[in-house]
């Protein structure tokens, strides 16, 4: 064998050798998280998501290639580790936003157990204040803290949102849904987003997405 015959072979299997290392990685931290949300499947009582809408946020964060995200109303995790799964396959970050002490806690405890702890920014404040001061940018964000506040998050994050991004919320089809529909309504009428409702569990996730600034 030449010599730079065996120089190629050797790098082809470093790279077949790193590759196969990738998808060893890749396919741990799947196997931990479906185990993670499986396990815990019928467990959620604090206000979180049905497994149905998790599943929704997660193929959209896939579908659109999001990476810069933040959740309003993290609670104890569950929407935020089905974002977080998605933004392990984007190469993304989580930043979520809990005011309530021992729900952040938990959730913290949850994203070590999912192995999506890496991922998330978990942030104990009150979400008003907090909006406000964070810079972004974002391509994603789940609204799904007080009701009442949505249209004043969207307010204060439409301009961190980038062109191509989306803004959620859930909850968005509960009748007295106490805000939400002002907000829904809001949305629809901007000419820059392109609005839609995923039903999902029937509690309604809208979906925006920023077409121009
Ligand atoms: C519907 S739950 C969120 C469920 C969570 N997204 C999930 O699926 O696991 C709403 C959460 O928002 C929190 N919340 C309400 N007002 C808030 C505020 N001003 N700032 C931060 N969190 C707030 C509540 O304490 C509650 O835990």
Redesign the pocket.
């Known amino acids: 064998m030449t010599r730079r015959r065996a120089t190629l072979l050797a790098l082809a299997a470093v790279a077949v050798t790193a590759a196969a290392t990738v998808l060893a990685d890749e396919s741990a931290l799947d196997q931990k998280v479906r185990t993670f949300l499986e396990k815990h499947r019928g467990d959620?009582r604090?206000?979180?998501?049905p497994w149905v809408?998790?599943q929704i946020l997660h193929d959209l964060v896939v579908k659109n290639g999001h990476k810069r995200a933040l959740?309003?109303?993290?609670?104890?995790?569950?929407?935020?580790?089905w974002i977080a799964w998605a933004l392990s396959r984007t190469g993304g970050k989580l930043t979520?936003?809990?005011?309530?002490p021992s729900?952040h806690a938990q959730?913290v405890r949850n994203f070590e157990q999912a192995g999506v702890a890496a991922l998330i920014d978990a942030k104990l404040?009150?979400?008003?204040e907090?909006v406000k001061q964070l810079s972004g940018p974002f391509d994603f964000v789940?609204s799904?803290?007080?009701k009442g506040?949505y249209l004043q998050y969207f307010k204060d994050l439409d301009p961190k949102l980038e062109a191509g991004g989306c803004f959620t919320a859930?909850?968005v089809l509960r009748s007295g849904g106490g805000g939400a529909a002002e907000f829904l309504e809001y949305v629809k009428r901007l000419p820059n987003y392109r609005t839609t409702v995923e039903t999902g569990s029937g509690e309604g996730i809208s979906v925006s997405c920023k077409t121009s600034r």
């Open positions: 959620w604090d206000m979180n998501v809408d998790g959740e309003i109303g993290t609670s104890t995790g569950h929407s935020s580790v979520t936003i809990e005011i309530d729900r959730a404040a009150d979400a008003h907090l789940f799904d803290a007080d506040w859930h909850n």
